[in-house]
């Protein structure tokens, strides 16, 4: 988004998806496992965003005139711009008049960073895009030591380079006079803006349809993927500062950029997104990888869910999102077939407990 690319006390176990570890291990070509969730929001509470893991970051870096790229919107910390709801992130960019730091402009959106950096690992988003000409969503990263004005790490003494030399890593861009063509890109001093490093994909429906958007972020390479397909693979043979400045911590941006050819019909468009996860790596006792060993499908679901789990005697209790308890069955070994067909649509979370020692795990459900 920089220049244009175009029970017992056993803690809650959030685990990798074992479609996620697959496409690890068979996708990518790697022996990493990135099978601890080092951090995520899930966006359960409503209203604002957790203040402890986001920033909004508003103030205007092109001279206190505008963003970069010719783009044409403030960005906000209002919750017209940026709240929760239901289980979701909505991210809204508005046609609207106002003013702000002295400058007036004709339409507003929100830009997110993350309070967390990291170093290696793999980050999930699933969400749903935006729609009309002139929008420009993307979900991406930047070094931790960039210099960028009202930037959260920057306010926080971290800045030391400036783009980009910092490195920026686009998990996803989504241009709407482009619709449903996604793609991931990377910025470095050896190719930066109108990157050659770049490439993307087809998939009918990113604006009506969630689909998980993702990069693995090892010591020699970036795999991204949409769904668990790879589109592109940036592994540089020579790895220097002008190829990799990617062995120190990058941090998190979501928003949502109005471009000059805006479509004049434009009112309002939401990126939605159900969860942001990034997962590293740990070493994992027989206990822990029973637990990743669990899995919850189809999700979403309409009629039934089916949770594959290896304890004898266990149960799975479905909460709505203020901890009402719904439904309660009990699970064999293996398969068992859940009827959620009574429950409206909507975001549950699923509790599997395992009865002979209380240790349970949770995961969220979309029910359609």
């Not at 996620?20 to 359960?44: K, P, V």
């Not at 990113?206 to 592994?235: G, L, N």
């Not at 398969?335 to 409206?344: F, G």
Request: proline share 5%.
């Amino acid at each position: 988004m920089y220049p244009s690319t175009k029970g017992k006390t056993k803690p809650i176990l959030m685990k990798t998806p074992i479609a996620a570890l697959f496409s690890i291990l068979c996708l990518t070509g790697t022996s990493q496992i990135f099978d601890s969730l080092a951090w995520a929001d899930e966006f359960n509470v409503d209203g604002g965003l957790d203040s402890a893991k986001w920033w909004h970051q508003t103030i205007l870096p092109n001279n206190g005139q505008s963003w970069w790229n010719g783009e044409i919107q403030h960005y906000t910390n209002r919750d017209t711009n940026s709240y929760c709801e239901n289980g979701y992130l909505y991210l809204t960019a508005l046609k609207e008049t106002f003013t702000d730091q002295s400058v007036t402009k004709d339409y507003t959106s929100a830009r997110l960073n993350s309070k967390f950096a990291f170093t290696y690992g793999r980050v999930e988003v699933r969400a749903q895009l935006p729609t009309g000409a002139g929008t420009w969503p993307a979900i991406w990263m930047l070094g931790q030591n960039i210099y960028e004005i009202g930037a959260w790490w920057d306010t926080q003494g971290y800045a030391s380079q400036y783009w980009p030399q910092c490195g920026e890593i686009d998990i996803m861009e989504h241009w709407g006079d482009n619709q449903d063509y996604v793609s991931s890109a990377m910025h470095t001093l050896s190719s930066y803006g109108g990157t050659i490093n770049v490439a993307g994909r087809s998939i009918p429906g990113v604006s009506t349809s969630f689909h998980t958007y993702a990069v693995e972020w090892t010591p020699t390479k970036m795999v991204f993927s949409v769904d668990s397909i790879v589109h592109y693979t940036y592994e540089p043979t020579d790895r220097t500062s002008f190829t990799w400045p990617f062995d120190n911590p990058q941090y998190l941006l979501l928003n949502i950029a109005i471009q000059s050819n805006i479509d004049a019909n434009f009112t309002s468009s939401p990126m939605i997104l159900d969860y942001v996860r990034v997962y590293q790596s740990s070493t994992l006792s027989d206990e822990e990888l029973e637990y990743r060993s669990i899995t919850i499908y189809p999700n979403p679901a309409k009629e039934a869910i089916k949770v594959r789990q290896p304890w004898s005697k266990a149960e799975i209790i479905i909460y709505d999102l203020k901890g009402t308890a719904l439904l309660e069955h009990s699970l064999k070994v293996g398969d068992s077939n859940i009827d959620v067909s009574s429950l409206p649509a909507g975001s549950y979370m699923c509790k599997i407990v395992n009865l002979e020692t209380g240790s349970f795990t949770e995961e969220k459900i979309i029910k359609l």
